[in-house]
């Protein structure tokens, strides 16, 4: 019923910027506390950022604090992550999840999941 989509993936050279967007559909968005993850080949899946249902809450892995900000538009149904000073480690497919409620940093409690959108990251 909830369909979440991300988009805004590419390929970029390390230092450079991205803005992923994440549009939320089929139910009532400003209750759902939302997260980002990622998962580069080979790898588990990571928590990257997590904002509560207004925005007024985030929480951020350390290997991005500093360097990528996740926002809301809840008028827009949108979640965001601003990705800044790139790495070749941050390349990966990036995930949007919902849930409702208080957002969290575990992958398995979120309910609804996005397809993913790639990112590329040349040094």
């Known amino acids: 019923q909830v369909h979440v989509v991300e988009s805004g993936g590419g390929s970029v050279q390390a230092g450079d910027s991205l803005i992923l967007s994440c549009v939320v559909s089929?139910?009532?968005?400003?209750?759902?506390?939302m997260g980002w993850f990622r998962q580069a080949p080979g790898k588990q899946r990571e928590f990257v950022a997590a904002?509560?249902?207004?925005?007024?809450?985030?929480q951020y892995a350390d290997s991005v604090k500093g360097r990528f900000t996740i926002s809301r538009d809840n008028a827009k149904n949108t979640v965001f992550l601003q990705m800044n000073s790139l790495k070749p480690e941050d390349m990966a497919v990036y995930y949007c999840?919902?849930?409702?409620?208080?957002?969290?940093?575990?992958?398995?409690?979120?309910?609804?999941w996005g397809q993913g959108t790639q990112v590329v990251v040349s040094s």
């Open positions: 999840a919902a849930r409702y409620g208080t957002e969290r940093t575990t992958a398995d409690d979120y309910t609804d």
């Open positions: 089929g139910g009532t968005f400003r209750s759902y506390g």
């Open positions: 904002i509560s249902s207004i925005g007024v809450r985030k």
